[in-house]
Structures are given as structure tokens and as C-alpha cells.
């Protein structure tokens, strides 16, 4: 769990010490994870209730890929093919498969678009994919990559 601390640190809480922040801190926290004995023995007791996100697909983060497209770029997504938005959302899902850095890509993809004063597209998300990428991993996905071009671009017109 992260949280900001009295300085304004993100600190991250795992197994016993979140245990102890729930404890201590009478309050509600909504706590994310994969799988709920991802937070260990420690935190079953403070644990009230559980809210499950099941998907009907087998790729749940090109899913989730897909719900923030669709939910933060409706213009975008609803000016494409379902098939050709499923083909993008499988590739990003490679590229980035951390919920966390999805948002946050989409809304730095918004801002390039708007300072070169051009669409909004695939290629501003892949970029911004791109420039987080070490040298190592940019060569992992270098094929992955190359199956963009493939795609027709996905734009949204300003």
C-alpha cells in the first residue's frame, strides 16, 4: 500500500507493516492487489471485506488497457474498430503491463499531442511507453514494437 507520510514521502506498506498501519489508524484504506494472500497472515484480521474485479478475459491487463481508453479517451476509442482497439490494447498490455503507469501514460500522451498541436494517437502512447523503457528492455520489445506499424493509426481529431 502506498500512502504519503507526514513529509509527504510515498511510502510503500507490505505483510506485517500494513498490518500494524490498518491497526493503528482507525480509518478505511482501499488496498489493490492481484490476490488478497498477496498481503499476508498479518493483514487477514484487519481485512473487512473484499471487492473482487473478475475479468472475462484472458488478458486481463490489455482489459484493463481498454477501459482506460475507452474511459479517459472516448473520442479515440469509439473512432476505431473493436478489433483494431483490441489489437492496441494487446500491445500496450506487453509494453506496460503496470495499471499504475496507465493513467498517467494516457494523460502525458494528452499533453504531447496538445504541444505538437496534432491528434491525439497511438503513436503519443507509444512514445511515452517508449522514453520510459531502459536500453535493455526497449531490445526485449523491439519486435513487439515493429507489430505498431501494422496498426492503422488511432487517432482522435481535435
Known amino acids: 500500500m502506498e500512502f504519503l507520510?507526514?513529509?509527504q514521502r510515498i511510502k510503500v506498506l507490505y505483510g506485517s507493516?500494513?498490518?500494524?498501519?490498518?491497526?493503528?489508524?482507525p480509518s478505511v484504506a482501499l488496498v489493490t492487489c492481484n490476490?488478497?494472500?498477496e498481503l499476508g497472515v498479518d493483514c487477514e484480521n484487519e481485512?473487512?471485506?473484499?471487492i473482487a474485479c473478475n475479468t472475462s478475459s484472458d488478458d486481463p491487463i490489455a482489459e484493463l488497457w481498454k477501459l482506460y481508453l475507452t474511459t479517459e479517451l472516448p473520442e479515440v476509442s469509439a473512432s476505431v474498430s473493436e478489433e483494431r482497439l483490441n489489437d492496441a490494447c494487446?500491445?500496450?498490455?506487453?509494453?506496460e503491463p503496470r495499471e499504475s503507469r496507465m493513467?498517467?501514460?494516457l494523460k502525458t500522451?494528452?499533453?504531447?499531442?496538445?504541444?505538437?498541436?496534432?491528434?491525439l494517437g497511438l503513436g503519443h502512447v507509444l512514445a511515452v511507453i517508449r522514453s520510459s523503457l531502459t536500453s535493455a528492455r526497449l531490445e526485449e520489445?523491439?519486435?513487439i514494437l515493429a507489430t505498431v506499424d501494422e496498426l492503422e493509426p488511432i487517432e482522435q481529431y481535435n
Do not use: Q
Open 5 to 7: 507520510d507526514a513529509n
Open 17 to 25: 507493516e500494513l498490518a500494524s498501519y490498518l491497526s493503528f489508524y
Open 35 to 37: 490476490d488478497v494472500t
Open 47 to 50: 481485512i473487512d471485506g473484499v
Open 90 to 95: 494487446r500491445i500496450l498490455a506487453k509494453l
Open 103 to 105: 493513467r498517467k501514460t
Open 109 to 119: 500522451a494528452k499533453r504531447i499531442a496538445l504541444a505538437e498541436t496534432s491528434a
Open 141 to 143: 520489445v523491439k519486435d
